[in-house]
C-alpha cells in the first residue's frame, strides 16, 4: 500500500508531485507528504488526509519525493506522514511496504543514540541508512542503502534523497516501483499512471534493484553486487490519459460499472477461435500437462477470491477438473498439499497484492505450473507466472472492484473452454454455444443498465438500514458474496451473504421487520430456482424486505415474491454467464447506496485499493 512518487527535472516539482499522488491515492489516503530539494537543503511539507491538502503551500525546486499513506505502523498523524528524515535532515525517504524486524533495529538504534520523532518502521530504515551513512567510507549513500538493506526483513519501495547530492535513489523489495523517462526528467513512483501525462517510456524495477539517478542519466545496481550495472527493458505504455480520469462522471466507481460493456469485449478480443471451438491460449499450458492435471490450486483475495470461487464452479462443472480455492493469505502458511501435476493460478486486480504474490512464490517454490489472471500489465505477478491472460478492464481506480471482476470471470470462462477442449470434457458443440454466447456479453451488460433509475430508488430504501443480507444458490452463492462486499466496503452497512438454503440453520435469527435480504434468483437455475422461492417465503415471513435479482423472462417472479417486493430485472443467460450479468445490477446498487449516505465512493474509509503488505 502507499504510493510513492519522485522528480527530478527541469521543473518545478512541487506541482508535478501532486497531481501525481492524486492519482495514486487509490493505494491509500491517510496523510501525505512532499519532501524538495533545492541549494543543499531539504524542505517538508506533510498533511493528515488527502493529498488535496498539500495544495495549500508550494516548495520550489526541481527534485523531490512523495508519497500518499495507508497506515500500516502508527495512526494516521502528521509525524508518521512520509517523508522521513534522519537527525540532521540531511536524508529524506519515502517507502511502500513493512519492515518486518523494525523493532530490533530501532532497539539496537536506540543503543547507539538513536531517537525516534514517529511510531512507523519508515522512520528506523531512514535511521538505519544514516547509521551506514555516517559510518560508510567517503559517505556514500548507494553504499549505504545496500548496508541497510542486508539488515532488513520486509517489503519495500522506497526513495530517498540526500540534500548534498542532485540524485535521486530508489529499491525495490516486494513493493512495486517504476522509472519513468522523459526528457531531461525521471519520474519513480508505485504506478505508472502518476507520471502518464509527462512520459510513457517505464522502467519496472525488479527485486533488489537500486536506482540511481542523477540529472543526466540512471543506472540501476543490484543489492548484493558490487560493480554491477544491470541492463533492464524500457517498456513503452499504451494506455491512455483517460482510462485514469473520470470522464464526465461524478465517481471513477460509476464509470468503471458503465466501462463493462467495452472492457468485456477487450477482454474477449482475439481469444475466440471459432474454427477449432476453443479460446486461445498462451503456448505455455501444453496440452500434455493439461491431459495430466491433477487439480487447480486459485489463490486471490477479496473481490478476485470471489472471482475464484466462481472460476471453480465452473471449471469442476463444465472442465470437470478439481478446484481448490484458497485465501491466499491463508496458503502458504497452511503446508498446502500440492502435486508436481497441479496447476496454480493467481488472480488479482493489481497484481501487486502482497498475499497473492506470497502465495504465487509458495506454489513457485514446490515446483507448480503458475498461470495469472491479471489486470494491471506489468505487475509483479504477471511477472512471476509463467503464463497467463491479461484481464484488459484498463486502469481501475475506484477502491470497490467492478470491471476486473467481471473481466475476471470471463478470463476463467475462457480457461475453462480450454481446459475442457484439451481434456475432452467439452466437446466441439458445447464449446461452440459457449464462444458463441461469450460475444453476446457486452450487449447483455449493457441492458442490465436500463434497470439503474429503479435502482436508485430501491437504493434510497436500502440506504435506510443498518444490516442486509445477500442470499443465493449454486453458483450465485459467490456473486451473492461479492455484492455483499461491495456494500460493506462502500456504504458501511453492515451486510452478509450465505447460501440460501443455510439462512435457515443460523442467520435466520437475525432478520428483523424491514431489513433488506438480497436475492440473487435465476429462472434456468432448475429445482434450485424453486428452493430458492422458498427460502423468500421463509424470509417474508419473518418481515423481511426482498429485493431479488430476476431474468426479464420471469413472469410469475413477482407474484412468487409479493407486491411488496422489489424486483430488478436482468437478461437471462445461461449459467457460465450469471455472475457477470447478476454482479452488475449489485454494484449498481451499492453504489448508489454509499451515494444516498453521502459516502466518499472512490475512496472509502480504512481500505486501499492495492494492499502490497501482508
Ligand atoms: C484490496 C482491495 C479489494 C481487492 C483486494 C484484492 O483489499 O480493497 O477491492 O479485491 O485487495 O486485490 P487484487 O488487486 O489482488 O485483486
Known amino acids: 500500500m502507499c504510493g510513492i512518487i519522485a522528480y527530478l527535472g527541469e521543473r518545478e516539482a512541487y506541482p508535478i508531485l501532486v497531481k501525481g499522488l492524486e492519482r495514486l491515492e487509490y493505494r491509500g489516503y491517510d496523510s501525505a507528504g512532499i519532501a524538495i530539494l533545492k541549494d543543499n537543503f531539504i524542505q517538508l511539507n506533510k498533511v493528515v488526509g488527502k493529498v488535496n491538502n498539500l495544495k495549500s503551500t508550494t516548495i520550489n525546486g526541481d527534485i523531490g519525493i512523495s508519497h500518499t499513506r495507508w497506515a500500516t505502523h502508527g495512526i494516521p498523524n502528521e509525524a508518521n506522514a512520509h517523508p522521513h528524515h534522519n537527525g540532521d535532515r540531511s536524508l529524506f525517504l519515502v517507502h511502500n511496504g513493512i519492515i ?43 553504499k549505504a542503502i545496500k548496508n541497510a538493506l542486508h539488515e532488513v526483513v520486509g517489503a519495500y519501495g522506497l526513495v530517498l534523497i540526500n540534500k548534498n547530492e542532485e540524485k535521486i535513489y ?22 505508472p499512471a502518476a507520471f502518464l501525462e509527462h512520459t510513457r517510456r517505464a522502467l519496472y524495477l525488479e527485486d533488489d534493484d537500486i536506482l540511481e539517478i542523477d540529472r543526466k542519466n540512471f543506472q540501476v545496481h543490484n543489492l548484493h553486487q558490487d560493480c554491477d550495472k544491470l541492463k533492464r527493458n524500457v517498456d513503452h505504455i499504451k494506455w491512455n490519459l483517460s482510462n485514469i480520469e473520470k470522464n464526465g462522471y461524478e465517481h471513477f466507481m460509476l464509470k468503471e460499472i458503465h466501462e463493462q460493456p467495452d472492457t468485456l469485449r477487450n477482454c474477449l478480443a482475439g481469444r475466440i477461435d471459432m474454427e477449432n471451438h476453443d479460446s486461445k491460449f498462451t503456448d505455455k499450458l501444453q496440452p500434455e500437462f493439461v491431459k495430466n492435471l491433477n487439480k487447480i490450486i486459485i489463490a486471490s483475495c477479496g473481490t478476485s477470491w470471489h472471482a475464484s470461487l466462481v472460476i471453480k464452479h465452473l471449471i469442476e462443472k463444465y472442465s470437470r477438473i478439481k478446484v481448490d480455492v484458497e485465501y491466499a493469505s491463508e496458503f502458504r502458511y497452511k503446508n498446502p498439499i500440492i502435486n508436481k501435476n497441479d496447476l496454480f493460478v493467481a488472480i488479482s486486480q493489481s497484481g501487486e497484492t502482497a498475499d497473492t504474490l506470497a502465495a504465487l512464490k509458495t506454489a513457485k517454490e514446490n515446483g507448480l505450473r503458475c498461470f495469472g489472471i491479471v489486470n494491471v500489465v506489468g505487475s509483479s505477478i504477471s511477472r512471476e507466472v509463467d503464463s497467463g491472460n491479461y484481464i484488459r478492464a484498463g486502469s481501475e481506480i475506484g477502491v470497490a472492484s ?102 435457515k440453520h443460523g442467520p435466520i435469527a437475525l432478520i428483523e421487520e424491514g431489513m433488506p435480504i438480497i436475492v440473487i434468483a ?67 446498487l451499492s453504489y448508489y447506496v454509499a451515494k444516498e449516505r453521502g459516502c466518499e465512493i472512490d475512496q472509502p474509509r480504512n481500505l486501499a485499493k492495492s494492499v502490497t503488505v501482508e
Open 402 to 503: 467492478t470491471k476486473a471482476f467481471t473481466g475476471q470471470v470471463l478470463c476463467g470462462i475462457l480457461l475453462m473452454v480450454h481446459l475442457g477442449k484439451i481434456k475432452g470434457t467439452i466437446t466441439n458443440q458445447t464449446a461452440e454455444k459457449i464462444l458463441n454466447n461469450l460475444k453476446n456479453i457486452p450487449d447483455l451488460v449493457k441492458q442490465t443498465f436500463e434497470e439503474e433509475e429503479k435502482i436508485k430508488e430501491i437504493a434510497k430504501f436500502v440506504a435506510t438500514k443498518n444490516n442486509c443480507f445477500y442470499l443465493g444458490r449454486g453458483l450465485n452463492i459467490a456473486t451473492a458474496l461479492e455484492g455483499s462486499l461491495k456494500l460493506k466496503e462502500i456504504s458501511y452497512i453492515h451486510s452478509e451473504a450465505f447460501p440460501a438454503g443455510e439462512l
Open 170 to 191: 530508489a529499491a525495490r523489495k516486494g513493493s512495486p516501483l517504476v522509472l519513468g523517462i522523459g526528457q531531461r526528467e525521471f519520474f519513480v513512483a508505485s504506478d
Open 100 to 142: 518486518e524486524n523494525y523493532v530490533n533495529l530501532k532497539k539496537e538504534l536506540i543503543k547507539r543514540g538513536y531517537q525516534f520523532y514517529s511510531d512507523t518502521d519508515t522512520e528506523v530504515l531512514t535511521k538505519l541508512i544514516d547509521y551506514h551513512h555516517k559510518n560508510s567510507a567517503n559517505q556514500n549513500t548507494l
Open 522 to 588: 435465476n429462472k434456468n437455475e432448475g429445482i434450485v430456482y424453486d428452493k430458492l422461492l422458498s427460502n423468500v417465503q421463509e424470509v417474508k415471513s419473518r418481515k423481511g424486505k426482498i429485493i431479488v435479482i430476476a431474468n426479464d423472462n420471469d413472469r410469475e417472479i413477482q407474484d412468487n415474491v409479493g407486491e411488496d417486493s422489489y424486483v430488478i430485472r436482468v437478461p437471462e443467460v445461461p449459467d457460465y454467464l450469471q455472475a457477470i450479468i447478476n454482479s452488475v445490477p449489485l454494484q449498481l
